[in-house]
């Protein structure tokens, strides 16, 4: 256990100091971030990522396939969907008795390939 403590120590400042610049700077900007933390907030739920994905790799799927795609009922999908839609990241169009879902614009699609390729290249390491 001290051995975890004295790891801990080497990555913290050993003195209490800041720069006030730095800190009126940066600390207004964070306000910024509030709708990124939703965005992010959404796609933490493995469901919602994997469906987003999914939704990256076709241009446009109907609610009953996420359903088969995902193993869940059509509901469990619609939920999901219908949060995803809420949230800024899918769009839908209906089609007779059909809901279809896509990706709202190319920015999801960006931020996903690019995680995609983060989290290869820290399997590799």
Same mark, same amino acid.
């Given at each position: 256990?001290?051995?975890? #403590? ?15 610049? #730095? #800190? ?8 910024? /971030? ?8 959404? /796609? ?39 949060? /995803? ?12 008795? /059909? ?27």
């Amino acid at each position: 256990m001290s051995k975890n #403590v004295k790891q801990e120590k080497k990555d913290m400042c050993e003195v209490t100091c800041f720069d006030e610049d #730095v #800190v009126k700077r940066v600390q207004p900007k964070l306000e910024e /971030l509030d709708s990124v933390e939703l965005l992010f907030k959404a /796609l933490s739920d493995a469901t919602r990522l994997k469906i987003t994905y999914a939704l990256t790799i076709e241009k446009e799927l109907c609610v009953c396939d996420v359903a088969n795609i995902m193993g869940t009922t059509a509901a469990t999908a619609s939920h999901h969907l219908r949060y /995803l839609r809420n949230m800024g990241l899918a769009k839908y169009r209906k089609e007779g008795k /059909l809901v279809f879902y896509s990706i709202v614009d190319d920015h999801v699609r960006q931020l996903l390939t690019i995680a995609l390729e983060h989290s290869k290249e820290i399997r590799k390491k």
